[in-house]
């Protein structure tokens, strides 16, 4: 199941109370106080895990709590200290502030720890409180209250190129046949329901990663069809690849015209995505006809366009050798982290990730 966004109450743990307690043993008259302090809580510490996709272990689960310090004890032995909370999210995970919708973190990178909140700080046993002119103090303090917080978890699935067009443009059929990505293929519109991920592999030891997403309909950015629910999986790739069906069905729009919808729907939902670099492409040039509708749609748009058949294979090596130069192009321009950036980066296991909030 895809799931792209939770809400969840988180608590880090409390720290345990401070001891009062009064040193006994024989032979030792008037022993002083020996009260020791109490643990402290544990933080709640969020963790990209890059085989994660979605945030569907949250399902069921709204309330995360950290384990509490235990509370001091004689012979000034500090209690134990309660163990952190590890929670493991996607790459792309938004953690906000429901209260306030404030920003915490973009966790972006795997292997990437955050701490969000911190645990209570032990109370002060009462071994703490002596001195010469207070030598029995019978006072202890209790621990520190853990920090709590109501989160919204908003994934934005990261990829280098994010396949948008009409229902039934050959978006999933394109990605089963270039990557090992098995999505529902079927002759009826929106058989993609939830966005799909794939990792492309080209000579030379490169690759890429391709998302699906479901096909939008005119009216998208107001909720008609599956609506823009899944547009903001597409806001942090590097370039958009557009589908076109060349050949489309007696009653669907023209390609001129399905190529409008979808840019004016992208455009009405955030001008910023409509800006990233776009390539159009035609589909199924297997059909009869589609050489000379290609001409036409090429005539009507007056730029080049890619043509491809996802089914025999035709145009598929220029189609890939394209993407990989414009991803490379958006990379020398300083464009959003995408996860081809990791593919190959070595991990430095003994380097510091941990930061606070």
Known sequence: MFIDEVEILVRAGSGGKG???FRREKYV?????????????GDVVFEVASEM???WAFRGRHEWSAADGQPGSGSNCTGRMGQDLIIHVPPGTLVYDRDTGLLLKDLTDPGQRVILMRGGKGGLGNARFASPTHQAPRKAFPGQTGQERQLRLELKL???VGLVGMPNAGKSTLLARSTAARPK?????????VPQLGIVVLSGFRQYVMADLPGLIEGAHEGVGLGDAFLKHIERTRVIVHLIDICPSDGQPSPEEAYRIIRTELEKYSPTLAAKPELVVATKMDLTDSDENLRQF????????CALSAVTGRGLDVFH???WRMI??????????????????PIDLDAPTSEDV
Request: charge should be negative; hydrophobic fraction near 25%.
């Open 321 to 323: 050798e394209q993407v």
């Open 185 to 193: 293929i079927a002759d009826y519109p929106f058989t993609t329901l």
């Open 298 to 305: 090429q005539e009507q748009l007056g730029t080049q366009i």
């Open 328 to 345: 490379e192009e958006a990379k020398s321009q300083g464009a959003t982290t995408s996860p081809s950036d990791f593919l190959t980066r």
């Open 53 to 55: 996709n979605t945030l």
């Open 19 to 21: 001891c009062i307690s």
């Open 29 to 41: 008259p008037r022993g002083g106080p020996d009260g020791g302090d109490g643990g402290d809580g």
């Open 158 to 160: 990261i990829a280098d």
